[in-house]
């Protein structure tokens, strides 16, 4: 699919000059105004690559007009629901955070999150794919997320198991990657005591410094080279699971509902 589909490299490239556009200003000694604005900017991009792509997997289509039109047409399907569960993380952060500001510790927050925030992102992850493939409005792409995760559980775990695998592979090699490229830069790290190290942790300006310009604009590019590779991989797997497992997913029958059959949307009607 990759290979034979330039325009499904557009979100990826799109997404990685991004990427080191925002690091790197980040790094720099004036950039953090420019990085931030950078990535508000990329955040309200996303939404339309994500649309294009998925748009011209599901039309198998891969034109460029074909790429702009789905993009365009589903753009705000999946910025509004992508809005609403951001705030919905965000109110759930406010309140694990009133635990801790009462003496409730560390461990009690990371617990609120935990329970609060996994099964939310999880139980969603698919509102994106579900708004694209199946035309559903804010909520309803929302809810049928949610409902696919009851229905096709298996299917969805073992995606997000591979899924899992990939990242691992990815930020691992990237490590990797990284080291090769700045061991000239870290070896230093090597003679430093436990004190050093954590006052080095403690503060970021001097561990750029430590990195300098030439460390810097390589940690910039391997984000970038990770963001490139995650976004080719995921969003084309993505899909393809989406058309090809859950798409038109239906809950199995349950005993005394009789004879009868689902509608398109997935509603049933009793034979009378």
């Known amino acids: ?64 007009r074909s ?42 927050l990371f617990f609120i999150m935990v329970i609060l925030l996994v099964p939310l992102v999880l139980l969603t992850f698919f509102y994106d794919t579900t708004a694209i493939f199946e035309d559903r409005k804010v909520f309803e792409s929302i809810k049928r997320s949610i409902e696919l995760s009851g229905i096709k559980t298996a299917e969805i775990a073992s995606f997000y198991a591979v899924l899992l695998l990939l990242l ?49 604009r390589a940690t910039s590019f391997i984000y970038a080279l990770g963001v490139f590779i995650s976004f080719l991989v995921f969003l084309p797997y993505k899909a393809a699971f989406y058309r090809d497992v859950l798409l038109n997913a239906v809950p199995e029958q349950i005993g005394g509902l009789g004879t009868g059959e689902y509608d398109e949307k997935g509603r049933w009607y009793k034979y009378s």
Not at 80 to 96: K, N
């Open 168 to 216: 691992f592979i990815l930020g691992f090699g990237l490590m990797m990657l990284w080291s090769v490229m700045l061991t000239d830069q870290l070896m230093p790290l090597t003679g430093m005591t436990e004190s050093e190290l954590n006052q080095l942790s403690s503060d970021p300006e001097a561990f750029l410094a430590l990195l300098g310009e030439s460390g810097a």
């Open 67 to 108: 790429y702009l039109k789905e993009g365009v047409s589903g753009y705000f399907r999946i910025l509004i629901p992508g809005v609403l569960l951001f705030l919905m993380v965000m109110i759930i952060i406010a309140f694990a955070f009133i635990p801790l500001m009462s003496g409730g510790g560390g461990i009690l």
């Open 1 to 64: 699919m990759l290979l034979g589909n330039p325009c499904l490299w557009i979100a990826p490239v799109v997404c990685a000059v991004f990427a080191y556009l925002q690091l790197s200003l980040a790094m720099a000694d004036t950039g953090m105004f420019f990085s931030e604005k950078v990535g508000i900017i990329w955040l309200f991009t996303i939404p339309f690559l994500l649309s294009a792509t998925y748009g011209c997997i599901k039309k198998d289509d891969y034109s460029i």
